[in-house]
């Protein structure tokens, strides 16, 4: 759109929305003209809170968690165990982890997978700070949370590898049925891997 | 997700961002993730762009255009035509007719539908003044470009009821088949609209 149109504080907005993932440039400019629609409910929090977002969030020196503090909410919980780490490739899957309750454990953020083709090396990822954590004696246990990708598998078979060293027991993810999930829908790969770990009922 | 875990900053973000039109709770966690990982170049750009759209947009008090300016850049545009007003039902469309440059004439924005279910009635909408802009006597004609909906050609009809007294001319798009359309993906309607309206070629 000409900026003429609309004049540029506008088209801006429509830039910066346009950005975000999973809106284009058609979803960006409804988004736009609705955020302006409702000026005081909705484009006026959205600056403050962006705003305010920008300057409280930090990247927590322990674990790569992004928080409003640091360390983390999790690394500062003194009830979570200090015992077991789960290693995961992105903050967006220890949010999810987090929301599911599934662990009382502390975290480790990746921040990626290896991925050789796209010039991702172990040098690329937090694995060294993974390694001196998971040196120090109350470590007893990593589980390795990554997602059941190639490269997510393959960055797990490496991390087993390096952390043999560490006296530690590594684990992953259980492969099966999600639950609520029907069989008929799911993939001959899950069916084998729930097959396979079939438990006693 | 509990506060809790990604502090309050960064939960009020993710709120305002799952209001957008687009956007549901699970993206506009991961858009928020994207902008924090992004800190200056898209999350401080999209919360200036913000308040600053915040502060500039404003309704044209004529047309009912949103822009930085009032009267809009289009109305207070010399070289638009000042004898042709597009009725079109929301800035949006406004927008879209501006991005095709399918019109040197001015707008009015009816800001909704007829939809007497939804209890919108002709006052709910800026009708009054376009009756008031359309009795202007350099006003020759009206081009009602409403959606081709059920509500948007009753709103068509009940508009030309209404400018008869205005000495106007009113008409309104053509229906036909889309630029680039096939013919066999096209609904029975606008296949019939399209012969009843062919044109010498």
């Not at 454990?105 to 990626?112: M, P, W």
């Not at 990822?125 to 993974?130: E, K, Q, V, Y």
Request: charged share 25%; net charge negative; with cysteine.
């Amino acid at each position: 759109m000409a900026a003429s149109t609309v004049g540029p504080e506008i088209e801006k907005l429509i830039q910066a929305l346009s950005r975000l993932p999973g809106l284009g440039p058609r979803s960006a400019r409804r988004a736009a003209l609705a955020l302006i629609k409702k000026k005081e409910t909705l484009l006026v929090p959205l600056a403050n809170a962006a705003r305010e977002a920008a300057e409280a969030a930090k990247v927590c020196s322990v674990c790569g968690n992004i928080d409003s503090r640091d360390p983390c909410s999790v690394c500062s919980d003194p009830a979570r165990d200090p015992a077991t780490i789960v290693v995961v490739e992105d903050v967006g899957d220890l949010w999810a982890l987090e929301r599911a309750a599934a662990t009382k454990a502390r975290y480790h953020v990746l921040g990626g997978v290896l991925a050789p083709l796209d010039g991702i090396g172990p040098d690329d990822l937090a694995i060294d700070t993974l390694l001196g954590r998971a040196s120090a004696p109350e470590v007893t246990e990593i589980i390795l949370a990554v997602n059941a990708t190639v490269e997510g598998q393959t960055t797990a078979h490496y991390l087993t590898d390096e952390l043999a060293s560490c006296h530690v027991k590594v684990t992953r993810l259980a492969h099966g049925v999600p639950v609520g999930g029907e069989l008929d829908y799911l993939d001959d790969g899950t069916l084998a891997a729930a097959m396979r770990a079939r438990t006693a009922f």
